[in-house]
T-cell receptor
C-alpha cells in the first residue's frame, strides 16, 4: 500500500493564480481531511469529508474548495491564491471502524504564494 | 471552545534526562487525546493515544481529566527522540476524522 499520497511536493504560485493539490489514499478509508501547518499555530483543519459526496468545512476554509467524488481522492482547490496561503498542506485519512481514530498523513505539499 | 494548548515551543534536554512535553485541553465532553510526532523529513505519525494506555518508544501519557492535561513523558531521552510533537484531540464518541491540534513542541535532545 502506498498509504496517503500527495502531489505536488512543492509549488510556487503568483497571487491570484488557482491550482489543485491532489490527495489519494489506497486504504479504503471513509474519512479524509486537509490541514495546513504554519509555524507556531500547529495544524489547522481546512476541510474534511466523511465519505464520497460528503464534505464539510473545518476551522479555516476560506479560499479553499474541496470535493469527494470517490473514496480514494480528495483534492483541495485554491481558487485565487493569496500570500496568506503560503503554508505546508497535509492530507490525512482515517477509518470509521472500531480500530480507532488514528489518522494517516501524506508527506505534505509546501506551497509558496508570491 | 475546544482547544489544545502546548505551552512550550521548544524543549531542549540532554541525552538521558527526563522529558515532559505539556499538553492541556479545553473540551466539553469525553475527548480522545493523541500524541503525534514528526521526525525530520518524515510525515506526521501517531505516537500514542490515551485509550490504549500503551508505552511507545518509552513514551507514556496519562489523561488527567481533573487538570484537563495529557502530558507526554519519557524517563530517559534519546537523541533519536528529537522531533516535533503535537498533542491532538478528537471528538470522542462522534468520530468524524477531525482532529484539533496544539501548536506543537520541538524536542531537541543534545548529546
Amino acid at each position: 500500500n502506498a498509504g496517503v499520497t500527495q502531489t505536488p511536493k512543492f509549488q510556487v504560485l503568483k497571487t491570484g493564480q488557482s491550482m489543485t493539490l491532489q490527495c489519494a489514499q489506497d486504504m479504503n478509508h471513509e474519512y479524509m481531511s486537509w490541514y495546513r501547518q504554519d509555524p507556531g499555530m500547529g495544524l489547522r483543519l481546512i476541510h474534511y469529508s466523511v465519505g464520497a459526496g460528503i464534505t464539510d468545512q473545518g476551522e479555516v476554509p476560506n479560499g479553499y474548495n474541496v470535493s469527494r467524488s470517490t473514496t480514494e481522492d480528495f483534492p483541495l482547490r485554491l481558487l485565487s491564491a493569496a500570500p496568506s496561503q503560503t503554508s505546508v498542506y497535509f492530507c490525512a485519512s482515517s477509518s470509521a471502524g472500531t480500530s480507532g481514530y488514528e489518522q494517516y498523513f501524506g508527506p505534505g505539499t509546501r506551497l509558496t504564494v508570491t | 471552545a475546544q482547544r489544545v494548548t502546548q505551552p512550550e515551543k521548544l524543549l531542549s534536554v540532554f541525552k538521558g534526562a527526563p522529558v515532559e512535553l505539556k499538553c492541556n485541553y479545553s473540551y466539553s465532553g469525553s475527548p480522545e487525546l493523541f500524541w503525534y510526532v514528526q521526525y525530520s523529513r518524515q510525515r506526521l505519525q501517531l505516537l500514542l493515544r490515551h485509550i490504549s494506555r500503551e508505552s511507545i518508544k518509552g513514551f507514556t501519557a496519562d489523561l488527567n481529566k481533573g487538570e484537563t492535561s495529557f502530558h507526554l513523558k519519557k524517563p530517559f531521552a534519546q537523541e533519536e527522540d528529537s522531533a516535533m510533537y503535537y498533542c491532538a484531540l478528537s471528538h470522542g464518541s462522534s468520530n468524524t476524522g477531525k482532529l484539533i491540534f496544539g501548536q506543537g513542541t520541538t524536542l531537541q535532545v543534545k548529546p
